[in-house]
């Protein structure tokens, strides 16, 4: 045993050093039962190369894995290959609320802000009674007789307001709903306001024509006039709804909609009770009025719903 710590120099020939001569000693004690004489030596004989490798495998045996003799070595620069690593990014909430480009019409609001804005420094008393007008008949009338400075400067720039606000509100409703925004820009807001403008220049002359011929001309006149003043106070109205239509960051904007559809039609439901009030005073008959406003009010409409809508 005194040469046997020499070759003990790692852990594995070591333990195994031990395990052999644990194995000598049993056989030789097996032995000393019998009537056979064994010599032994004192010491250990230099294991050979082989007898080394063969410790090792006995050692390594026991770690075998079904299907190969050692255990695989994971690749770590595989797992970890710059192939399958990703940038740290940091992605924002985004919300679209343009629907089509809106740089132009930005433009056009800001031009309909500054009529509003000279309408109401230069003339303020003007615009209440405007809207005291749209409810109060006796008001409204007093307006019509006397037509001073102010309302008539006045009413020309809240007049050109109406035209640009409500072409804006007709162009946003026709490019959601029916021919979509690719195909709407500014020409094809320039031909809305185009339209607008001629529809009301050639509603005026016909109305006009018509009160000359049926000896209304007062009481047509009179009409116009209401007719001019609910389209004003409708122009301000809409003035908000329309930039909430261009700018709104959600997508669903029909509520918004359908308040500027029912500020329009409220105020021609209003605008066709005040006419009607205006030429009874004339002792219209009944059927002469009823060709009045089909002629002049309803024909028209149906005629340009059944034009876009085709």
Not at 19 to 35: C, F, K, P, Y
Not at 121 to 146: D, H, P
Not at 166 to 183: D, P
Not at 299 to 307: A, R, S
Request: aromatic share 16%; hydrophobic share 50%.
């Amino acid at each position: 045993m005194a040469n046997f710590g020499k070759y003990s120099k790692n852990g594995t020939f070591a333990y195994y050093s031990l395990q052999r001569a644990g194995e000598v000693n049993q056989e030789q004690e097996s032995l000393a039962g019998q009537d056979t004489v064994i010599t032994q030596t004192d010491t250990f004989l230099q294991p050979t190369t082989n007898i080394v490798q063969n410790w090792k495998w006995l050692g390594t045996k026991k770690m075998v894995v079904p299907g190969s003799e050692y255990l695989s070595t994971i690749d770590y620069a595989e797992i970890m290959s710059a192939d399958t690593l990703q940038p740290a990014t940091i992605e924002l909430p985004v919300y679209k609320f343009n629907r089509y480009n809106t740089d132009w019409l930005t433009l056009i609001l800001l031009l309909v802000l500054v009529l509003l804005a000279t309408v109401r420094v230069g003339y303020a008393k003007y615009i209440s009674t405007l809207f005291q007008s749209i409810v109060n008949y006796s008001t409204a009338f007093r307006m019509f007789r006397e037509k001073n400075y102010s309302i008539l400067h006045g009413a020309s720039r809240l007049e050109a307001l109406y035209y640009i606000v409500f072409s804006v509100f007709l162009f946003q409703i026709l490019a959601l709903y029916f021919f979509g925004a690719e195909k709407t820009g500014i020409i094809f807001y320039g031909k809305t306001l185009a339209f607008i403008v001629l529809y009301f220049v050639s509603k005026k002359t016909i109305y006009k024509a018509l009160g000359t011929i049926f000896n209304g001309v007062a009481e047509t006149s009179e009409f116009l006039f209401s007719l001019d003043n609910f389209n004003r106070v409708t122009g301000i109205i809409l003035i908000p709804i329309v930039a909430l239509i261009a700018f709104y960051p959600y997508e669903n904007i029909n509520f918004i909609v359908l308040l500027g559809g029912l500020t329009v039609v409220g105020s021609y439901l209003f605008l066709l009770q005040r006419g009607i009030s205006i030429l009874l005073k004339k002792q219209f008959s009944i059927f002469y009025l009823f060709l009045y406003l089909c002629t002049l009010e309803f024909l028209p409409l149906l005629l340009i719903y059944k034009v876009i809508v085709e």
